[in-house]
């Protein structure tokens, strides 16, 4: 995990991870634990210790989050491209945003950057 991490910067394993199969099945064990609270407390202050991303659906979301904030300081707007060469999915993940983004935190988030909603808003 610790290879993982220093060669991609974060700890977000494919379940099905070419590279090493056992590692994607060990990560997605240790998070359905956790979720469980059956994650002995040792092993949740390790894993908490090398920021371990416990819920990978919001670690993704901030790394996304994040790549979004660079775009504006770079572009100066928060529209994306649907298509956008460089990184197609993630023009995909704002239109996302723009239109199904319902978690109030990730609003905040989202207008603090000034960023532009789609119909829904």
């Not at 494919?14 to 099945?25: T, V």
């Not at 979720?35 to 390790?46: C, D, E, G, I, P």
Request: glycine share 6%.
């Amino acid at each position: 995990l610790l290879v993982y991490k220093a060669q991609h910067g974060n700890t977000l394993v494919p379940r099905n991870y070419d590279k090493s199969p056992r590692l994607g099945n060990w990560v997605n064990e240790q998070r359905c634990l956790h979720a469980r609270k059956q994650l002995l407390s040792n092993r949740v202050l390790l894993l908490e210790s090398i920021g371990f991303a416990f819920n990978a659906k919001d670690e993704n979301w901030m790394r996304r989050f994040h790549q979004l904030c660079s775009y504006a300081l770079k572009h100066g707007s928060t529209t994306v491209p649907q298509r956008w060469t460089e990184d197609p999915s993630f023009g995909s993940w704002v239109r996302t945003q723009q239109h199904q983004c319902t978690k109030k935190e990730r609003v905040k988030l989202l207008n603090a950057i000034g960023f532009v909603w789609g119909r829904r808003k």
